[in-house]
């Protein structure tokens, strides 16, 4: 069965950097587009980053566009979020998610990465 | 960009049908495809449903989705309703290379 893995998160202090990994396994991973969604505490779902098979394609949310970078390792069947000049905003729970082919879908979730932003 | 506006909560109880709605604030529901995601209070989302309509496998037949040009909105309809249906509800849609999730809606099942 589809398994995603997201690892990393932790307590950074404002300004800091961070890097998520999500580890994918149960399909074929160079298949499959992949995507960062996050989610505040008590708060709702908001998306952050998606990348294609290749990494040829990319995009980022405007809140994160320019501190985040999104990547992937095919080999290893994983996907990396480089996560720099951390807010309190950035402060959420950040789910790994496997993309409905090349859709803005997401057809499996992994279970979450905390990311806590304090000094 | 546009915004996908669902209401806060809603209730209902068991055995009885709801409907969610996610109105779109600008451009037109039916230009790209509706998602729907539930989540259970402490656990991560999952996929209700996708592409407006579909069921992935696994999901009951109890929950339909479907969108109205008329209205601009879509709807997640969750019939014979169970106490595990208690959940927040999150459509999702998206516009060239952004994607826009709805606020969110809190159900619960009574």
């Known amino acids: 069965q589809v398994q995603l893995v997201e690892s990393g998160g932790g307590l950074v202090e404002p300004g800091g950097y961070l890097k998520l990994s999500c580890t994918a396994s149960g399909f074929i991973f160079n298949d499959y587009y992949m995507s960062w969604i996050r989610q505040a505490p008590g708060k709702g779902l908001e998306w952050v980053s998606y990348?294609?098979?290749?990494?040829?394609?990319?995009y980022y949310a405007d809140s994160v566009r320019g501190r985040f970078s999104i990547s992937r390792d095919n080999a290893k069947n994983s996907v990396y979020l480089q996560m720099n000049s951390l807010t309190a905003d950035d402060a959420a729970v950040y789910y790994c998610?496997?993309?409905?082919?090349?859709?803005?879908?997401?057809?499996?979730w992994g279970q979450g990465t905390l990311v806590t932003v304090s000094s | 960009n546009f915004i996908l506006t669902q209401p806060h909560s809603v209730s209902e109880s068991p055995g009885k049908t709801v409907t969610i709605s996610c109105t779109r604030s600008s451009g037109s529901i039916g230009s790209n495809y509706v998602q729907w995601y539930q989540q259970r209070p402490g656990s991560s989302p999952t996929t209700v449903i996708y592409?407006?309509?579909?069921?992935p496998s696994g999901v009951p037949a109890r929950f339909s989705g479907s969108i109205d040009i008329s209205s601009n909105s879509a709807s997640l309809t969750i019939s014979g309703l169970k106490t595990e249906d208690e959940a927040h509800y999150y459509c999702?849609?998206?516009?060239?290379?952004?994607?826009?999730f709805g606020g969110g809606t809190e159900l619960t099942v009574l």
């Open positions: 999702q849609s998206f516009d060239n290379s952004n994607w826009v």
């Open positions: 592409e407006d309509y579909q069921r």
């Open positions: 998610a496997r993309n409905y082919g090349s859709s803005f879908i997401v057809d499996s």
């Open positions: 990348i294609s098979t290749s990494s040829g394609t990319i």
